[in-house]
């Protein structure tokens, strides 16, 4: 049975754990599906990840829609959650329904906005009106990298963590079902979880969320760019994508590849 806002809401309820990871094409979003990972994200960090972009700026709505369906097809159980690209749901609530609109009808099951003010809450509210389930994003929030002046850990201070909180009360009653928390202090997380009724998924927001999400390259270590403290590697993809190439390349060139039993 597909996970849906109930049995999200059901986990914060019963003070169950669920996982987020994200995911970019249909295999990976099949073989994660079936790991048994809750919610599948198809964040904008494939900008980085899979387009290789120095940031998340640089990808739009077309390409979200192309993403969102190759992970659709692959998740036969978990929530699909596509991530808005930057400038898509900012300039107008008209524009903010329609594209987010288009990823439902590309499969998601869900959209993920970022940040805070009374035009996000404003779209919030229009979103789930019109039947589409909001995750908020609070905290850092990599599309204001460069009003944030870098990446940097939010929520630092009592006042901080108390802002957020405020912020993030105003997004649940605007009807957001899920909240990211992103780079903030442990401390600052628990006391923002423990004081929401919707459940709050961390990334880099300590042991203390309702949820953990990472991304899927970090995790497979596939990407090499960077690794934020946060993330934890469980493989080396990266080492067995290049020997599995120099191995073909060797037997290309040697002419063990293919094989008698490989050719018609
Ligand atoms: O873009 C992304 O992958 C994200 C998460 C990791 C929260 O926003």
Do not use: P
């Given at each position: 049975m597909r996970v849906t806002v109930n049995t999200i809401q059901k986990f914060k309820d019963n003070n169950e754990k669920f996982s987020v990871l994200t995911a970019y094409d249909y295999s990976t979003a099949k073989y994660i599906d079936e790991a048994g990972i809750d919610v599948i994200l198809i964040g904008d960090s494939l900008a980085m990840t899979?387009?290789?972009?120095?940031?998340?700026?640089?990808?739009g709505t077309a390409e979200m829609t192309i993403f969102t369906k190759a992970v659709a097809k692959g998740a036969n159980r978990a929530m699909v959650v596509t991530d808005m690209p930057f400038m898509s749901y900012h300039a107008d609530i008209a524009s903010a329904v329609r594209n987010c609109g288009e990823m439902i009808k590309c499969g998601a099951n869900a959209v993920k906005i970022e940040g805070y003010s009374e035009h996000i809450l404003d779209v919030v509210k229009r979103l789930v009106e019109s039947g589409i389930p909001v995750v908020a994003h609070l905290g850092f929030t990599p599309q204001f990298l460069n009003t944030l002046g870098g990446y940097k850990i939010q929520g630092k201070t009592k006042e901080a963590a108390e802002e957020i909180l405020r912020q993030a009360k105003d997004l649940q009653k605007a009807g957001a079902f899920a909240l990211v928390l992103e780079m903030v202090p442990e401390e600052s997380a628990k006391y923002i979880t423990e004081n929401l009724k919707i459940p709050t998924i961390s990334c880099g927001a300590g042991?203390?969320?309702?949820s953990q999400v990472l991304v899927c390259d970090d995790v497979f270590g596939k990407f090499d760019g960077f690794k934020p403290k946060f993330a934890r590697k469980y493989g080396d993809m990266k080492s067995f994508i290049i020997d599995c190439a120099k191995k073909f390349d060797a037997d290309v060139k040697n002419g063990t590849f293919p094989s008698e039993d490989e050719v018609f």
């Open positions: 899979a387009l290789g972009y120095e940031t998340t700026h640089s990808i042991r203390y969320c309702d």
